[in-house]
C-alpha cells in the first residue's frame, strides 16, 4: 500500500514562497499530481510530474509560479511555490497514479492528508 505524506504548509504573506513536500513509501513507478481545495470549491489538479520526471504539466493559475520536481532516491516529490497570492490558499494534496500523470484527480488512487497553504497579509 502506497503511502503520502505532505509537508511544508503554513502562514505565508503574498509575494511569498513556499516549497511543499510529498513523502512516498514507494516513488519510482508513480506519477505524483498536486491538487488543492479552497473551502466552497471544487478540488483543482495544480500540477503533476511522470514517474521518469521527464514530463510536467502545470494548471494555467500557477505556470511560471510554481515548479514541480522530483528525488527518487528520497522518495520525494517538491513543489516549490513562488509569488504566492491570496487565491493560492487552500489545502494542498499529493496524490500517486501508476506512470503516467493523470487528466482528472479520480484516475489517482492513492492520497496524501493534506497540507494547509494560507496566504494572507
Known amino acids: 500500500q502506497l503511502q503520502l505524506v505532505e509537508s511544508g504548509g503554513g502562514l505565508v504573506q503574498p509575494g511569498g514562497s513556499l516549497r511543499l513536500s510529498c513523502a512516498a513509501s514507494?516513488?519510482?513507478?508513480?506519477?505524483i499530481g498536486w491538487f488543492r481545495q479552497a473551502p466552497g470549491k471544487e478540488r483543482e489538479g495544480i500540477s503533476c510530474?511522470?514517474?521518469?520526471?521527464?514530463?510536467?504539466n502545470y494548471v494555467d493559475s500557477v505556470k511560471g509560479r510554481f515548479t514541480i520536481s522530483r528525488d527518487n532516491a528520497k522518495k520525494t516529490v517538491y513543489l516549490q511555490m513562488n509569488s504566492l497570492k491570496p487565491e493560492d490558499t487552500a489545502v494542498y494534496y499529493c496524490?500517486?497514479?501508476?506512470?503516467?500523470?493523470?487528466?482528472?484527480?479520480?484516475?489517482?488512487?492513492?492520497w496524501g492528508q493534506g497540507t494547509q497553504v494560507t496566504v494572507s497579509a
Open positions: 510530474i511522470s514517474s521518469s520526471g521527464g514530463t510536467t
Open positions: 514507494t516513488l519510482a513507478l508513480h506519477a
Open positions: 496524490a500517486a497514479r501508476l506512470l503516467r500523470c493523470g487528466s482528472q484527480w479520480s484516475e489517482y488512487g492513492y
